[in-house]
């Protein structure tokens, strides 16, 4: 099987137009090179370029679109990510404080409150809306410490073989060793309660995942002979890092980070549910802990336990189906086949 | 099918906290504590109405003039559960052990931490020499263990007294089961010289999830559980078979205000704020907060609002400011207070102090107590009322006590469990309770004031006139509220429940509105009297066991078979 | 373990004979193992190291932590303080952790006064339980599933599979846990809520019924939220081999769809998630820690829990110790069982 | 740059070349040491094409590989016009713009993220930054590597080339830097025979039209037939003949050469030797003449008649020199071929 | 009679991007011991054909047309009676046998399970036998413990050919066997391949794109070019003399040694390799034919009878009266063409 391997940005557009063949082709071989023709002026070259890229983006989105689950995911996120960013035009932040809330103790669902309410009568549902705001936050920042400082680790890790490799690989494996839970909580202990202690302490013991996995992929690209080449042509370490391996570990780290981010947001309401959150800011994690402490639960008060940990999941799974999706659409392999 | 001691009748109790240890001597969880109230008896004990102590291995007792020399008169019809007598030896032997060997300290040292001696001159007399009075000497929450048993033991900090089973002891029942952190079993003593238990057996079975408890009492897996959240409490009340018992609080739920940490030298150290050295401020701070709607949001109306340092359950002490004394809930005054003084208003809605500085107050809650969190996010709001930001920081208990050691905090949520018995809980607050150094403070306020620590030592010298040493404590709580650096808010109810087709009576203390678990004393598992014959929790399982495991046997067998059937339809025409 | 190459003869044919022979086989072997031991104690020790500093800067004060809420004189402080070492300075307590290590001696609790090694000993049977069985179901389920998936990949079958699989991947455990003590503990009352045991159960069987039907929820809770992964892994594992020409002979064999499933392809793809698997034995110790707490399961992930708060130093640096070092071992038993059953990878 | 200035080389110092080069790697897990390229002497002078020719694994790659110094050598030097190559990054930069190297495989040679344009221009802005002229001389290449027009292809992707356009890619992105020698490695052998004669008919063009030298990389003597000037056989490490093409190819001395030419399918005349086993392995060389194990004249009793065969299996027939002249590096061959 | 006989074969490939008419109405026959060597460029459709003499397509490919295996055809077989028609009527021997052993499991189970499988006999018997089948290709017997990667790639080729002979099927069909190999060992290969055929009366196919080595080889030539056989004869003088510009560009591309002809004159086929899901109108070799005329571009040829015993796809073999009667237009207006094709 010879499947490309690596990634095809453009799949709207065929093999080689096979029109273009023939007048080339059956030109007698010892011809002398006839002069180039003009070059056309840069703008159209780069216009052309522009152009090309937007096919090609067409041509990822056609690709993702087929992926219906994928669609789905991004659907549920947009979702999400807008009622979260709107929130302060349709809810009033007066009544999410605990002294100022509208409705009564624990009040069931009802036309008023969908979702009901909590101990202090705030709406459940502007809860969860307003919870959104930080859970996405925090999965997204740790997500993005995570994978940055992962995709460092593994590029250098996997770019310069020998000494280097082997100490940072040292170091990741003891961090892989740590247990991440173990780790978070710990840290989470140790630092003062809020929600920047959270995103570092799930960024930094999730690290070291991704950066196996970018080394994993900076030694495979690094394998291949556009590398050697790259080298042969005279280029130094950052030109090969830059140009040719940070391009083509980019697919892994994209899919990568969409499946962080739902992980984050579970370990958000992980630590939350430790008791490690920080009380003072609406979050899903920190909503179910409302909710467990209060013994909603067994209590039969399921609108108040039931509607954050479905948003968690729904999110989380979102996530992760774009990010299958992603891994999907950059990784032939992956793809239906044969 | 499961037990093969089906025999009897069997209470099982969910507790949240496995134990830590069963020797008495080291023991520390209120489970462990419990536990040696039922497996050991004690001098004293205290009375099941009332909470005042009343006799128990003492029969009677003498105090000397100087309140230094006591004796008592030890029954001596008691024996041990491997039939050995127990005797007044066992008794000095074992008060005798706790002063000379550190490590039998661990748990109970602070009672014997003034005795000079223990001694038993004959088999029902003990002697105990003080160096100084104490009020405590008629509660002494130390088992008495069986000399001959313990005699033999080696090291005491390590010795966990679960080796042998059955534990000996004195108590009404017998330690006769021990699965490490998952469940005590102890069996009743029919010998026991008060009237033995009804039921035969308790189990306490380890569950510290809330939720799992109470599905646990629904499902007939326990019979008792405590610890409900109001939200749980509200829920089971109306449910068939069960009893909720509410019971008022042991406890109050307070805040404690920085005033300036200072060493008993009068060394300033840390860094609360300068403003709330100022009582005005202080008593603003009181006005801002509405403890009714802590008691109605946070306690879902299972809680009162408090004033006095002495929880209303023991009424003997409890105390209520005269009306023209109270801070109550009055923005508007408090806000005047603070104008009236000086604090003005800044544009952001903070006020500054006369001196000029910002009043931007930090409040330190304790992450594991949700009751705590929730009021915490209240007087935030409430303070920003008048004209305080509060920068509530929740976290772990260790971090809160660092602040409080180092005096590096504003405002600090905190509580006690009062004993029948307040010594204690005043004496914290004496100016000997502050730090002889910085960071080595053991109260939870740094609090010095004289007329206070007169009236504290006035109080210890009447312990033996109840009524005039009350009054006194009550003049100490007036102190205490004015000077609005212990702020109590509310004394939050205990919350419990109980199968009532299982138990169909049971003893709560004091009676009434007492609770159950936890008592000082035996009393609501000696008293609690099976409901019906073979009702005991033993049954429940068993049917659930074959229940559950014909559930898995048939989903597995169902998915399997399916599995099979597809794969042998599909597999012969397919490429 | 057999030593690979040990079936070449030794008067192999010229030319032919396999490289290096039986000797050096067996040299490789051990050098090989040799290294990833070192390489595993290297790493064990650089954990005890971490466990010891990164719990000392904890914040609290263990000895008021204990004692909080009851009346105790200063001098009980002062004497459990020297207990528990904690008058030292900090390189002594070290040089004392080190030592104790050597021997085995992870020092005495706090809150429990027994030998860490002992409450740890006491804990493990249970942590072990639950999490084996967890991962062995889960893997066995994600296993079947993924192949099946992947062998009729496109089907209603795969999307339903696929789709539940990850929508459970989603959920947090402890939510999950929750509802289910909701839904069948005393909503249907076949299980019990939480806990390992009835108290009281005696005689080996009826213990074995006991605690299996008390593990039903938490496993169910375990295998729910960590299927997904065998299944996903598995899943694309297989789709790999699937394009494999290997498969095409041996259907040019005459073999039965099902006999390539189950001889070729199902074999091959399961060898990558081997190592999946062991990693995950690993970890999941430390990862029941939530499933632990939910259902009161007497294991080390609620130890390590409780112990946090206090914090009971000796207990949670050797639970830390503990967590690591099985996963350490677990890659370590990866990297050695997976050169048995990948002769691709054998030294 | 400064290379401008001096001029082309005095005719005969060669352009490249490897003086007693040894290359070996360790090796993995207790496996011993590979000695890939185990004393090889060789020299390319300026306008020639050198084929080096032998069978798979005999270190070819390794060889090519060493003398653009992507692989350091162990012992032996390479030398650039002379001078031995200096491996600070600064001189193989400067070195590797007038050195170029066409890899194996043009399908990995090409990132697939990367369009032509980008492709060929990659050494350009390597070595010269964003040269305005970049588009043109990019063009240029293209042309002259036989994609014509080249703006056509500016901003393809090299996987909607074919297999013949993809290395035209590639031999562009290395004449874009005007390079005075090409290390072709197996230009043509991943390719279909029907567009390989198409690259080397490009090959030939580039000699005659810029003068530039090559080393040829391959396992296909009919190759070294099409194209090449001089051919090195190399065996197991070490080139064991060397001669023009005509008289190594239609005279050959080793018996491996002569083991090679008789297999190829359309040898017509003589029985073809197909030397029995397996390619050696660099890691256990065996010793004496290091073909002797597999050698079809010491089998057929030949080198015994010509009193060589206890040399074959013991002493090492040593390194052949590189210069201009026909040799073999074979006991047999040379007491036999009086030339020598 | 013809022991394998195959009749206007179509594969179609549905893929994303449409559908790939790979293979386009192939014929053929092999009679019983002789062999036949397809040669044609890499992606013509040879693996598509000997793929589906024993179904073992994907499903993504629709088959028409006939392929009757000693007189039965495939394609209407039942799965089990293929089952048991496949290796035992013809078996297959895999461009890369890299992948075509399975990696993990031994080679000697992988050669017997084909035995037990059809020839139900005793595993004792079958241990036996891929003793046997070892040695005859050239392995000694303890290989059958040996896992694939501990082969070099020439024994892997070997031991595919062991495995093919396995159940003793009266067909091989051998799939670029040596592609991937050393001239060395390419060598080595077909002699075996050569001599086990010739030993035990097999007919064969074989498959490559080297037209040199079937020429050596085999019997019978048929060259294939996108998706269609274009010329088809005995192998010496196919190769010598191709009467179809593809085929003679094939034999041309091999450089003869010695031949100053090509010396420093290597001859290639300009031109992409054909796209099956986009071929031009008429010829499909026109694109790259040198020879190409105007009616190139409206006939699609078949194959005609070019000589004895020999046919070609190409307009150019038709005399003019055969033209008239293939219904191509313009025939007259090349009158030589077999200048070209004199061999
Ligand atoms: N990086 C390396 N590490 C270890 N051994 C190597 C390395 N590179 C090459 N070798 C070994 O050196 C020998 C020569 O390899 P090289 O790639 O130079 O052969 P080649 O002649 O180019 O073969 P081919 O014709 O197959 O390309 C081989 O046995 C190979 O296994
Ligand atoms: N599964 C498939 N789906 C779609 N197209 C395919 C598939 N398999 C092969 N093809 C296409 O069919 C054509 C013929 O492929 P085939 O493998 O038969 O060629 P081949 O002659 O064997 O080439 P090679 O010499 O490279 O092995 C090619 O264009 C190929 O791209
Ligand atoms: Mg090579
Ligand atoms: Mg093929």
Redesign the pocket.
């Known amino acids: 099987m010879s499947a490309p391997e690596l990634p095809r940005e453009d799949d709207g557009e065929g093999a080689a137009p096979a029109g273009t063949v023939p007048a080339q082709g059956a030109a007698p071989v010892h011809e002398p090179a006839a002069p180039t023709p003009p070059p056309p002026p840069p703008a159209s070259r780069r216009a052309l370029l522009w152009e090309r890229r937007r096919r090609a983006l067409t041509g990822f989105r056609r690709e993702y679109a087929r992926n219906r689950a994928g669609m789905f995911g991004f659907g549920a996120l947009l979702l999400f990510v807008v009622v979260a960013v709107a929130a302060p035009l349709f809810i009033d932040p007066a009544g999410l404080t605990v002294t100022g809330a509208p409705g009564g103790r624990f009040e069931p669902p009802s036309a008023q409150y969908p979702l009901g309410t909590d101990a202090f009568g705030r709406s459940v549902l502007d809860l969860v809306v307003w919870g959104a705001r930080i859970s996405l936050t925090v999965g997204f920042l740790a997500t993005f410490v995570c994978v940055a400082l992962g995709t460092l680790v593994g590029i250098v890790a996997g770019h310069f073989g020998g000494v280097w490799s082997n100490v940072l690989m040292r170091i990741t494996d003891w961090f892989v060793v740590l247990p991440t839970l173990v780790m978070a909580v710990a840290l989470a202990a140790v630092m003062s309660r809020s929600t920047l202690t959270i995103i570092i302490a799930i960024g930094v013991t999730c690290w070291p995942t991704t950066a196996r996995l970018v080394r994993a992929q900076t030694i495979a690209v690094e394998a291949r002979p556009y590398i050697e080449r790259a080298r042969a042509l005279g280029g130094g370490h950052t030109h090969v890092m830059l140009r040719h391996v940070l391009p083509n570990v980019t697919p892994v780290i994209l899919a990568q980070t969409t499946l962080i981010v739902g992980e984050s947001i579970i370990m958000e309401s992980t630590l939350a549910f430790l008791g490690l959150g920080d009380p003072s800011t609406i979050s899903w994690g920190g909503i179910l802990q409302d909710a467990r402490t209060a013994g909603a639960v067994s209590s039969g008060i399921w609108w108040y336990m039931l509607p954050p940990g479905v948003a968690i999941a729904v999110v989380a799974l979102a996530f992760t189906l774009c990010g299958r999706a992603l891994e999907g659409v950059f990784n032939p392999r992956l793809r239906e086949r044969r | 099918a499961g037990t093969d001691e089906d025999s009897g009748t069997t209470l099982t109790v969910a507790v949240s906290q496995p134990a830590d240890s069963l020797s008495p001597f080291l023991a520390q969880r209120l489970i462990s504590t419990n536990l040696h109230r039922l497996s050991y008896d004690y001098l004293t004990n205290y009375d099941p109405a009332t909470n005042e102590p009343i006799p128990a291995l003492a029969e009677s007792w003498d105090t000397s003039d100087d309140g230094l020399t006591w004796t008592f008169q030890i029954r001596d019809d008691v024996e041990w559960s491997d039939g050995e007598p127990l005797t007044a030896d066992d008794i000095a032997w074992t008060y005798t052990k706790m002063i000379e060997d550190d490590a039998a300290a661990t748990a109970n040292g602070n009672f014997v931490a003034n005795f000079e001696s223990a001694t038993a001159p004959d088999a029902t007399t003990l002697e105990i020499v003080l160096s100084e009075p104490q009020a405590t000497m008629l509660a002494l929450d130390i088992p008495i263990v069986p000399r001959h048993i313990w005699e033999d033991v080696e090291n005491f900090g390590e010795f966990n007294n679960d080796e042998d089973f059955p534990i000996v002891g004195s108590g009404p029942f017998v330690i006769t089961g021990y699965e490490p952190n998952q469940s005590v079993t102890l069996e009743a003593n029919d010998n026991y010289w008060r009237d033995p238990p009804r039921f035969d057996r308790i189990v306490f079975t380890t569950m510290p999830e809330q939720d799992a408890q109470v599905e646990a009492l629904r499902s007939g897996e326990v019979s008792l559980i405590s610890g409900l959240t109001p939200a749980q409490a509200d829920a089971l009340e109306g449910e068939d078979g069960i009893t909720v018992n509410n019971a008022t609080g042991k406890r109050f739920q307070a805040f404690t205000i920085n005033p300036g940490a200072e060493t008993q030298d009068g060394e300033a150290f840390g860094d609360g704020h300068p403003a709330l050295q100022d009582r005005v401020l202080r008593q603003a701070i009181m006005r801002a907060i509405d403890k009714d709607e802590i008691v109605e949001n946070v306690y879902g109306g299972y809680a009162e609002p408090a004033e006095g340092y002495i929880p209303s359950r023991y009424p003997d002490y409890a105390w209520t400011p005269a009306d023209d004394q109270r801070l109550d809930f009055d923005v508007d005054a408090a806000n005047r207070m603070l104008d009236d003084a000086g604090y003005e208003m800044g544009d952001d809605g903070v006020r500054t102090s006369p001196d000029g500085d910002r009043l931007e107050l930090r409040l330190h809650v304790h992450n594991d107590r949700p009751d705590y969190v929730s009021i915490g996010q209240v007087l935030t709001e409430r303070l920003a009322g008048i004209g305080i930001e509060i920068d509530n920081q929740t976290v772990d208990p260790g971090v809160l006590s660092d602040a409080l050691n180092s005096g590096d905090y504003d405002l600090i949520m905190t509580g006690w469990s009062v004993n029948p018995d307040p010594d204690y809980v005043l004496g914290i607050h004496t100016c000997d309770a502050l730090p002889e150094e910085p960071g080595t403070m053991r109260s939870d306020a740094y609090f010095c004031n004289e007329e206070y620590d007169e009236l504290y030592a006035e109080q210890l010298a009447t312990y033996d006139d109840p009524q005039a040493r009350a009054d006194i404590v009550k003049d100490m709580q007036a102190i205490l509220y004015e000077e609005a650096v212990v702020n109590v808010l509310t004394y939050a109810n205990t919350l419990e429940a109980y199968r009532s087709d299982q138990i169909s009576s049971i003893q709560v203390q004091p009676d009434p509105g007492g609770n159950i678990w936890g008592q000082d004393g035996h009393w609501s598992f000696t008293s609690a009297t099976p409901a019906g014959a073979g009702s005991g929790a033993g049954a429940g399982p068993s049917a659930g066991v074959l229940a559950g495991v014909g559930a898995v046997v048939v989903v597995a067998v169902a998915g399997g078979a399916f599995y099979f059937w597809r794969r042998s339809k599909t597999s012969e025409d397919r490429e | 373990m057999t030593a690979p190459h040990d079936e070449a003869p030794a008067a192999a044919t010229p030319g032919t004979e396999p490289r290096g022979g039986r000797r050096g086989a067996a040299h490789r072997t051990l050098r090989y193992l040799g290294g990833r031991l070192l390489t595993a104690a290297v790493s064990l020790v650089a954990v005890m190291v971490t466990s010891f500093f990164l719990f000392r800067i904890l914040p609290g004060d263990p000895v008021t932590a204990l004692t909080q809420g009851r009346a105790v004189s200063p001098e009980q402080l002062e004497n459990m303080r020297r207990d528990f070492g904690l008058d030292q300075p900090l390189p002594q307590q070290f040089l004392d952790y080190c030592l104790g290590l050597l021997r085995f001696d992870f020092g005495m609790s706090y809150q429990y006064r027994v030998p860490v090694a002992e409450l740890i000993a006491e804990r493990i049977g249970p942590t072990v339980l639950l999490a084996g069985t967890g991962t062995i179901v889960a893997a066995i389920l994600g296993l079947l599933l993924g192949t099946g998936s992947a062998w009729r990949r496109g089907s209603a079958m795969d999307r339903v599979n696929t789709g539940v699989a990850l929508t459970m991947w989603s959920v947090p455990s402890f939510w999950l846990g929750l509802i289910l003590i909701v839904v069948f503990a005393s909503g249907t009352g076949l299980f019990p809520t939480s806990g390992m045991m009835t108290p009281g159960v005696s005689g080996t069987f009826n213990v074995a019924v006991d605690v299996a039907h008390h593990m039903v929820l938490p496993v169910a809770t375990m295998v729910a939220v960590t299927y997904a992964q065998y299944m996903m892994i598995m899943r694309s594992s297989l789709l790999d081999e699937m394009g494999s020409d290997y498969l095409t002979t041996a259907r040019a064999k005459g073999l039965r769809d099902a006999l390539v499933l189950r001889r070729h392809a199902a074999p091959n793809a399961l060898l990558p998630t081997v190592t999946l698997i062991f990693l995950n034995l690993g970890r999941v110790v430390a990862g029941v820690i939530l499933v632990e707490t939910v259902f009161a399961w007497p294991g080390l992930g609620s130890l390590f829990y409780s112990g946090l708060g206090v914090p009971d130093l000796p207990t949670v640096q050797a639970l830390f110790v503990v967590f690591a070092g099985a996963v350490i071992l677990m890659n370590l038993l990866a990297d050695l069982v997976y050169p048995m059953l990948d002769p691709r990878v054998r030294v | 740059m400064e290379t401008a200035e001096q001029g082309p080389p005095a005719a005969g110092t060669p352009v490249l070349s490897a003086a007693d080069l040894y290359v070996r ?1 360790k ?1 993995r897990g207790g496996r011993g040491t ?1 000695r ?2 185990d004393g090889v002497d060789l020299d390319v002078r300026p306008g020639e094409i050198v084929a080096l020719v ?10 090519a590989r060493t003398l653009l110094g992507l692989e350091k050598a162990s012992s032996g030097r390479v030398a650039f016009e002379g001078e031995p190559l200096k491996y600070g990054s600064r001189q193989l930069k400067a070195f590797r713009k007038r050195v170029q190297l066409v890899l ?1 495989d043009p399908s990995g040679s090409l990132n697939p993220r990367h369009t032509v344009y980008d492709a060929v221009a990659e050494g350009l802005r390597i070595h010269e930054g964003a040269a305005a002229d970049e588009e043109q001389r990019v063009a240029e290449a293209l042309a002259r590597a036989g994609l014509r027009p080249p703006e056509r292809y500016f901003l393809r992707y090299p996987h909607e080339l074919s297999g013949g356009q993809r290395q035209r890619v590639v031999i562009a992105g290395a004449l874009v830097l005007d390079p005075e020698v090409i290390i072709a ?2 230009p043509v ?1 991943s390719l279909d025979a029907s567009v390989r004669g198409e690259i080397l008919q490009l090959l030939l063009r580039l000699r005659d039209d810029l003068g530039l030298s090559a080393l040829v ?1 391959t ?1 296909d003597l009919g190759l070294a037939w099409n194209i090449a000037d001089r051919v090195a056989v ?1 065996y197991l ?1 070490r080139v064991v003949e060397t001669g023009t093409v005509e008289e190594v190819l239609g005279s050959p001395r080793h018996p491996y050469t002569r083991a090679l030419l008789s297999v190829l399918p359309d040898a017509g005349a003589g029985e073809p030797v197909v030397l029995a086993g397996e390619p050696p ?2 890691t256990r060389i065996p010793g004496g003449c290091r073909f002797h194990a597999r050698c079809q004249i010491l089998a057929s009793g030949e080198a015994e008649r010509a009193g060589v065969a206890g040399r074959c299996r013991t002493e090492d027939p040593g390194i052949l020199p590189a210069d201009d002249t026909h040799r073999a590096a074979c006991h047999w061959a040379r007491e036999t071929t009086p030339a020598e | 009679m013809n022991y394998l006989e195959v009749k206007d074969l179509h594969v179609t490939y549905r893929t994303a991007g449409g559908e790939v008419p790979a293979v386009r109405g192939v014929g053929f026959s092999v009679e019983p011991g002789r062999k036949l060597g397809v040669a044609g460029e890499s992606g013509c459709g040879k693996s598509t054909v000997a793929l589906a003499l024993l179904r073992l397509l994907p499903s993504s490919a629709t088959l028409s047309g006939e392929i009757l295996l000693d007189g039965e055809d495939v394609l209407t077989m039942r799965w089990g009676r293929l089952r048991a028609v496949r290796w035992v009527g013809a078996s297959i021997v895999f461009q890369g046998a890299m992948h075509s052993l399975n990696a993990v499991r031994r080679i000697g189970d992988q050669i017997a399970e084909p035995i037990l499988l059809h020839n139900t006999a005793t595993p004792a018997e079958a241990t036996r036998r891929v003793g046997e089948l070892l040695e005859h290709v050239g392995l000694p017997r303890w290989r059958a413990r040996s896992f694939p990667h501990e082969l070099s790639g020439g024994q892997r080729q070997r031991v595919m050919i062991a495995m093919a002979l396995a159940c003793e099927p009266r067909l091989i069909i051998a799939d670029e066997p040596t592609t991937a190999l ?1 001239v060395m060992i390419q060598a080595q290969i077909l002699r075996l391949i050569d001599r086990l055929v010739g030993e035990q009366g097999i007919s064969m196919m074989m498959i490559s794109h080297d037209l040199s080595v079937l020429a050596d080889t085999c019997d019978r030539l048929a060259v294939m070019y996108a998706g269609r056989i274009v010329e088809e004869g005995p192998a010496g003088t196919v190769f010598a003399g191709a009467r179809h510009p593809y085929g003679g560009a094939l034999s041309a591309a091999f450089p003869r040694i010695g031949d100053p002809a090509s010396r420093r004159a290597p001859s290639g086929l300009a031109g992409d390799p054909p796209d099956p899901a986009a071929l031009p109108g008429g010829c499909s070799f026109r694109p790259r034919c040198a020879v190409a005329e105007d009616r190139c571009a409206e006939v699609d040829p078949v194959l005609w009878p070019a000589g004895p015993d020999r046919a070609a796809a190409c307009v150019r073999v038709l005399t003019d009266e055969q033209a008239a009667e293939a219904g191509v237009p313009g025939a007259a207006a090349t009158a030589t063409p077999e200048k070209e094709t004199s061999a």
């Not at chain 4, 032998?54 to 060889?63: A, F, M, N, V, Y």
């Open positions: 790697f090796g590979a890939a390229v032998g069978e798979s694994g005999c270190g070819k790659t390794t060889l194996q490695d197996e052998a990389v396992h190399m490490g392995d660099p | 050393d």
